[in-house]
Nanobody, 118 residues
Framework: VQLVESGGDLVQPGESLTLSCTAS????????MNWFRQVPGKEREFVAT????????NYRPSVKGRFVISRDNTRNMAFLQMNSLRPTDTAVYYC????????????WGQGTQVTVSS
């Protein structure tokens, strides 16, 4: 099983960024895909989730209306489009997959750094 995030970058406040997560080694379409983030010294926190096949979507309140989670089951990929970025969005962002046969906390990627600073 492998999850590989990409797209992290240094951006200015108000700008947009899209993260990608490429999955392999499991039946992607049967798994809920999630994004978490972590700042040094703090616990990893939930950002967004997208289920399948019901398409259930949910966001943490601070990103609702600014971030959009999506998935492409034909390419085994999940995305997080982040708009109107704020300095408080600065973190390492992790892709996570939860579903049949996975550990209780799911499978994790290695993370990608997003820095929002002027």
């Amino acid at each position: 099983v492998q999850l590989v995030e990409s797209g992290g970058d240094l951006v200015q406040p108000g700008e947009s960024l899209t993260l990608s997560c490429t999955a392999s080694g499991f039946t992607f379409s049967r798994y809920a895909m999630n994004w978490f983030r972590q700042v040094p010294g703090k616990e990893r926190e939930f950002v967004a989730t997208i289920g399948d096949p019901d398409g259930y979507i949910n966001y943490r309140p601070s990103v609702k209306g600014r971030f959009v989670i999506s998935r492409d089951n034909t390419r085994n990929m999940a995305f997080l489009q982040m708009n109107s970025l704020r300095p408080t969005d600065t973190a390492v962002y992790y892709c996570n997959a939860r579903g049949p046969g996975a550990p209780s906390d799911g499978y994790w990627g290695q993370g990608t750094q997003v820095t929002v600073s002027s």
